[in-house]
């Protein structure tokens, strides 16, 4: 089955401990990208990736970081979580336009 | 730059009733437009798109029509259901290294 993977699915941890949300595509997709998403604020672009070893800043980046070692693989990295990067996050891949999201992550930063 | 706006929610509807949800574009060039649903718990998935004027999208019931002339999208659909209780997205793409760019959803409640 076509999927975006997404792991952990919830996250409670505490501000300045290092943490990482996992990402996985099954498509071939080149294209890559991870959202935030917060109320009355809709979807926001964090960091996108067209290739292996390309990635980019999206709308949101501060506070994030990313990797794209594999096709296959686009980890989020928050090397110093704060309170304000509470939120639900997506992980997307796409091709012609089209995008498919993982489930989401729901992380709360204390 | 390009932009998406659509209509505030929440929106609460009676089971079988008319639904339309706003949506207006701006964009440089000839965008794609498409329509995203996000039900509870769950990701956004792609529910209809259009790619070019005129074009009408639809799927589960759903219609949307690419109207160049006002730059809209708006979603339809004739008969609302419980399970169509979602958040909706409306999005525009023009291609290559540009990411898509969303609205900031509507709510949509539908009530038995």
């Known amino acids: 089955e076509a999927q975006v993977t997404q792991n952990p699915r919830y996250l409670i941890t505490v501000t300045g401990k290092k943490l990482t949300v996992t990402c996985s595509q099954n498509m071939n997709h080149e294209y890559m990208s991870w959202y935030r998403q917060d109320p009355g604020l809709g979807l926001r672009q964090i960091y996108y990736s067209m290739n292996v070893e390309v990635t980019d800043k999206g709308d949101v980046p501060e506070g994030y970081k990313v990797s794209r070692k594999e096709k296959r693989n686009f980890p989020l990295i928050l090397e110093s979580p704060s309170p304000n990067q509470t939120s639900l996050y997506f992980c997307a891949s796409e091709r012609g336009n089209e995008q498919f999201f993982g489930p989401g992550t729901r992380l709360t930063v204390l | 730059g390009n932009s998406v706006t659509q209509m505030e929610g929440p929106v609460t509807l009676s089971e079988e009733a008319f639904l339309t949800i706003n949506c207006t574009y701006t964009?440089?060039?000839?965008?794609?437009l498409f329509w995203y649903v996000q039900y509870p718990g769950e990701g956004l998935q792609l529910l209809l798109k259009a790619t070019k004027a005129d074009d009408k999208g639809s799927n589960k019931g759903f219609e949307a029509t690419y109207r160049k002339e006002t730059t809209s999208f708006h979603l339809e659909k004739g008969s609302v259901q419980v399970s169509d209780s979602a958040v909706y997205f409306c999005?525009?793409?023009?291609?290559?290294?540009?990411?898509?760019?969303f609205g900031k959803g509507t709510r949509l409640s539908v009530i038995a």
């Open positions: 964009a440089t060039g000839y965008p794609s």
């Open positions: 999005a525009l793409g023009v291609g290559g290294n540009t990411p898509l760019v």
